[in-house]
């Protein structure tokens, strides 16, 4: 097991007063020149590409970012903070969590970056057959419990399945039984994504509790895309005082003790444009990723107020107050 943690090439901080003395020193906190290569999450096989944009996010989301953990790291008995980077599934969460942790090493502030995606309780193939099992048994009993189900529809929404199209939406106009197949489907699968259901909160936010608490090593989960691809690594943060977590789930009240949540703002259909540009999973364009990614925008949606820092898709710095709500199911292809 791996017991190695990215590091500064200068002496990382130590004591509180040291740490957020750096910081201080660093104002007004512009964005030192990126190499083309820098340490990346922890995500094993992760596809991270960064890019002028990526870059430019990161370089504006710098100084209001420093601002909140100057009082964060003065508070902290162990000058430690945790920075949560959330947003749409695809919406370059990786990049940007990468492009400020390099930001705040090259000011002297040792920074780790730990990825939620290695925290559902499967490994993304299983759960995203979980996923469609979940969707597809709450319709099938929603349908049930109508009184529309007939041996007849069975067949039909048997073919629908295997076609992969049961949840296009644009097959249940006009269709009463499968719009209430589909409706049951989207609540059953609301109550599973983004929840403990779906992923091992309490195990990450054990881990960032030992981390504030002055752990000098934590034991980190990595998965992989097999079932034989889970392991854990113990990684050295004895010089870490920022934890950057990059997640979906990031502004979730299940995940316990950031410090500095960060909204990375965007509709579904520029969520589901950047995954087609990524190309990480398959069936990107079907109407079950379409649905995934509406339901996902929407738990998003009701926690944004919960953010310290916006960062809108063009790039621009928004009020969690004022931020944007367009972006829903009308918007993405296919749903």
């Given at each position: 097991m791996s017991t190695e943690v990215d590091r500064v090439d200068a002496p990382a901080a130590t004591g509180v007063r040291e740490v957020v003395g750096i910081l201080e020193a660093a104002r007004p906190w512009t964005a030192s020149p990126v190499p083309p290569e820098i340490p990346y999450g922890d995500m094993p096989g992760d596809q991270v590409r960064i890019g002028a944009a990526q870059v430019a996010k990161a370089a504006t989301l710098l100084p209001p970012l420093a601002e909140e953990l100057l009082p964060v790291l003065a508070r902290s008995a162990c000058s430690r903070a945790v920075v949560a980077v959330a947003g749409g599934s695809g919406v370059g969460k990786s990049e940007i969590a990468s492009l400020l942790a390099f930001q705040l090493r090259s000011m002297g502030i040792g920074t780790y970056t730990l990825s939620g995606d290695n925290y559902p309780h499967r490994i993304p193939r299983l759960n995203d057959a979980e996923r469609l099992r979940v969707f597809r048994r709450g319709g099938l009993r929603g349908l049930i419990a109508s009184g529309l189900h007939t041996p007849q529809r069975s067949r039909a929404l048997l073919a629908l399945q295997v076609a992969g199209v049961d949840a296009d939406r644009g097959r249940a106009a006009g269709c009463e039984w499968l719009a209430v197949y589909q409706d049951a489907g989207r609540t059953s699968l609301a109550g599973y994504l983004g929840t403990r259901h779906e992923s091992d909160f309490a195990e990450l936010s054990a881990i960032v509790r030992r981390f504030t608490d002055g752990a000098d090593a934590l034991y980190l989960r990595r998965m992989g895309r097999e079932e034989a691809d889970v392991w854990y690594d113990l990684v050295d943060v004895s010089d870490v005082h920022v934890l950057v977590i990059e997640w979906t789930h990031g502004l979730s009240d299940a995940l316990v003790g950031v410090d500095v949540p960060i909204l990375l703002d965007?509709?579904?259909?520029?969520?589901?444009?950047?995954?087609?540009?990524?190309?990480?999973?398959?069936?990107?364009?079907?109407?079950?990723?379409?649905?995934?990614?509406?339901?996902?925008?929407?738990?998003?949606?009701?926690?944004?107020?919960?953010?310290?820092?916006?960062?809108?898709?063009?790039?621009?710095?928004?009020?969690?107050?004022?931020?944007?709500?367009?972006?829903?199911?009308?918007?993405?292809?296919?749903?």
């Open positions: 965007s509709t579904p259909a520029e969520t589901l444009e950047h995954r087609r540009a990524r190309n990480r999973d398959g069936g990107v364009d079907s109407p079950f990723t379409a649905l995934v990614l509406e339901i996902e925008q929407e738990l998003l949606d009701s926690r944004a107020h919960t953010a310290r820092i916006v960062l809108s898709k063009g790039g621009e710095l928004r009020s969690p107050d004022v931020r944007r709500h367009a972006g829903r199911a009308g918007e993405v292809p296919g749903a």
